[in-house]
T-cell receptor, first 115, second 114 residues
Framework: DAGVIQSPRHEVTEMGQEVTLRCKPISGHNSLFWYRQTMMRGLELLIYFNNNVPIDDSGMPEDRFSAKMPNASFSTLKIQPSEPRDSAVYFC?????????????FGQGTRLTVV | AQTVTQSQPEMSVQEAETVTLSCTYDTSESDYYLFWYKQPPSRQMILVIRQEAYKQQNATENRFSVNFQKAAKSFSLKISDSQLGDAAMYFCAYSSSGTYKYIFGTGTRLKVLA
């Protein structure tokens, strides 16, 4: 397996624009996580899905953020409208939660810059 | 709510020496997992070692070992024979079977001096 795949690797956008980050989890994993990493706040869990269902979105900062997982092999994180304070590295991770526990495997992250 | 605390923002170690990174956590759950992740400048998150809470034996992976003190809720990482390639941010993480989510500490930046 190629691991967790995120796209794009880098995104620069203007304030007010819509941004969509994409993630393909590892095949067979049933849990997917979106994290945001900043110098000030470290790694924050934004939302996680189990079997494609959002379980906990309490980390989503505000209504401008939304996440979907239409099937087991794809998820998106959308920011609309984007603001400069959204600039961060966004990580997607997946794991298998069940009888045999696995660690979270991370993608390489998307560095988002909002100007 | 579960929390993970790393009280050392930065640590330094001489090459070939041993260093210990600290981590404490807070939880009321009994079944959980603890992890140490490494994040080099490439920003890729790499699993270093994992520990199941029900196991009393401390996990070991080559030069990396943990000191897991369940009663004290402490989970420290020991790196022996430190190498230049060990320089990175190290994150302690907690995950429980009840919530499936992973909670991370704020990280410790490790510098390895030649």
């Amino acid at each position: 397996d190629a691991g967790v795949i995120q796209s794009p690797r880098h995104e620069v956008t203007e304030m007010g624009q819509e941004v969509t980050l994409r993630c393909k989890p590892i095949s067979g994993h049933n849990s997917l996580f979106w994290y945001r990493q900043t110098m000030m706040r470290g790694l924050e869990l934004l939302i996680y899905f189990n079997n494609n269902v959002p379980i906990d979105d309490s980390g989503m900062p505000e209504d401008r953020f939304s996440a979907k997982m239409p099937n087991a092999s794809f998820s998106t994180l959308k920011i609309q409208p984007s603001e400069p304070r959204d600039s961060a590295v966004y990580f997607c991770a997946s794991s298998f939660a069940g009888g045999i526990w696995t660690e979270a495997f991370f993608g390489q992250g998307t560095r988002l810059t909002v100007v | 709510a579960q929390t993970v605390t790393q009280s050392q923002p930065e640590m330094s170690v001489q090459e070939a020496e041993t260093v210990t990174l600290s981590c404490t956590y807070d939880t009321s759950e009994s079944d959980y997992y603890l992890f140490w992740y490494k994040q080099p400048p490439s920003r890729q998150m790499i699993l270093v070692i994992r520990q199941e809470a029900y196991k009393q034996q401390n996990a070991t992976e080559n030069r990396f070992s943990v000191n897991f003190q369940k009663a004290a809720k402490s989970f420290s990482l020991k790196i022996s024979d430190s190498q230049l390639g060990d320089a990175a941010m190290y994150f302690c993480a907690y995950s429980s079977s009840g919530t499936y989510k992973y909670i991370f500490g704020t990280g410790t930046r490790l510098k390895v001096l030649a």
